[in-house]
């Protein structure tokens, strides 16, 4: 990056005696940006969480990932996590954002459109500190998305876009994920064909549980060491998450976990498809929430009928 901004602005000067002064400049550009870098590294140290590399989710090809609801992941190494907050922003978030930068990890935000208006400074912050900010619809309303018509469904879709796009001041990731994994196929079709990248997870901290924060960071460490990898959910709009989220970066440093930043980018999503036993986890919670009027309808191709049928053996409905 140094060596980039310092050839840009020699290359002109060598031909242009006027653009002398650009040429004395650069080294002082090339000073203050090795200074903040070497300012980041101080602030958080060697033993900080950091990131320990990114992975580009292609903008050009979307598609669905995270075995809780879709037959296929992120292809993680061993002890690799990714982070993921929703609903967010939110009152908490300040402090989950505080916490984040003392270890100098890098996230990713799902955020709720009209929470964006609401507090858009926040919206912001997040961006600028290097997070990455995804969708998850304009009302998280509490019918779900699968259970509006589809019309509505993609207009709340939208604005929740563009809620957020208007927030950040600028187009966030192509990354969505469903109110209560509630998804349709119809929705996910039209989504990933427009290059987002639906997220499911792999583990979650059901941090929407009543619960203390200790209790909260035993649950999604004993998870984790039972995953050993994987897309975690937590919703930054929790006062637990906030609260038990310092200790958490530090146990994963002491554990050896290390931290996969992802952003849209231009490679191929690294994928890695669930076995053939795979079963979906959000199912069957889904069904028994909203009831069997919430079943997805069959389908033979992507994600099958079969991978659907939830365990209970409750008969599928339209
Ligand atoms: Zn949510």
Request: contains cysteine; aromatic residues 6%.
């Amino acid at each position: 990056m140094i060596f980039l901004a310092t050839k840009r602005l020699q290359a002109p000067a060598a031909r242009a005696p006027h653009f002398s002064f650009a040429l004395m400049l650069a080294p002082l550009f090339a000073v203050l940006v090795a200074a903040s870098c070497i300012a980041e590294e101080r602030a958080c140290g060697p033993d900080a969480l950091g990131v320990s590399r990114v992975v580009d989710i292609d903008r050009s090809k979307g598609t669905a990932i995270g075995l809780q609801t879709y037959p296929r992941t992120l292809d993680l190494h061993d002890h690799e996590v990714i982070l993921t907050f929703d609903d967010g922003p939110a009152g908490p978030t300040p402090q989950v954002l505080d916490a984040l930068a003392k270890e100098c990890a890098r996230v990713t935000f799902f955020l709720i459109g009209r929470n964006a208006e609401s507090l858009p400074a926040l919206v912001k912050r997040a961006g600028a500190e290097g997070h990455t900010i995804g969708h998850h619809s304009y009302s998280h309303p509490d019918k779900t998305l699968r259970l509006m018509s589809e019309s509505a469904a993609k207009a709340d879709i939208e604005k929740g876009i563009a809620a957020v796009d208007k927030a950040l001041g600028a187009k966030a990731a192509p990354f969505f994920r469903f109110p209560g994994f509630a998804d349709t196929h119809e929705l996910v079709a039209d989504l990933t064909s427009r290059g987002y990248t639906v997220f499911g997870s792999d583990l979650w901290a059901s941090d929407w549980a009543k619960m203390t924060p200790k209790a909260e960071l035993d649950l999604v460490l004993s998870r984790l060491e039972k995953n050993r990898k994987g897309i975690v959910l937590f919703h930054d709009a929790q006062e637990i998450t906030a609260q038990m989220l310092p200790e958490f970066l530090r146990e994963l440093k002491k554990r050896g976990y290390s931290l996969v930043h992802i952003r849209p980018g231009d490679a191929p999503t690294p994928i890695v498809d669930a076995g053939p036993n795979w079963t979906s986890t959000t199912e069957p919670i889904i069904a028994k929430t909203l009831g069997p009027k919430a079943k997805l309808a069959p389908q033979t191709n992507g994600r099958g009928a079969q991978d659907e049928a939830p365990k209970s053996g409750e008969p599928r409905g339209e």
